[in-house]
């Protein structure tokens, strides 16, 4: 399994920008693509981002689109979602994973393509 470290979470006030972190070991970024979910109490797990091992291209539910940006750095083996414009609707744990896939399908991914999860880290915004 790929193991992936979040971080970048916390109590961010309304309009905030936070960036998160999905570090992953050593050339995982050229095998996997890396999405990010969220999961907010009593709600599904969604979808937030996706970006593709293949060419970097990046993919956005549309509920973030304009305001969320997802990066990637392969020397640093890292993956960044950067957050802007936050809001309260945006409280929720999230989580980056591991997609056996080069090119992100959206981000709808089914869970059979998820190699591995992060942890994930809290995001709450409140003023």
């Known amino acids: 399994q790929v193991q992936l470290v979040e971080s970048g979470g916390g109590l961010v006030q309304p309009g905030g920008s936070p960036r998160l972190s999905c570090a992953a070991p050593e050339f995982t970024l050229n095998h996997y693509s890396i999405a990010w979910f969220r999961q907010a109490p009593g709600k599904e797990r969604e979808g937030v981002s996706c970006i593709s091992s293949s060419d970097g291209s990046p993919h956005y539910a549309d509920f973030v689109k304009g305001r969320f940006t997802i990066s990637r750095d392969i020397a640093k083996s890292t993956v960044y979602l950067q957050m802007t414009s936050l809001n309260p609707e945006d409280t929720a744990v999230y989580s980056c994973?591991?997609?056996?896939?080069?090119?992100?399908?959206?981000?709808?991914?089914?869970?059979?393509?998820?190699?591995?999860w992060g942890q994930g880290t809290q995001v709450t915004v409140s003023s």
């Open positions: 994973a591991a997609v056996f896939i080069y090119s992100c399908p959206g981000t709808t991914i089914a869970t059979a393509l998820i190699g591995s």
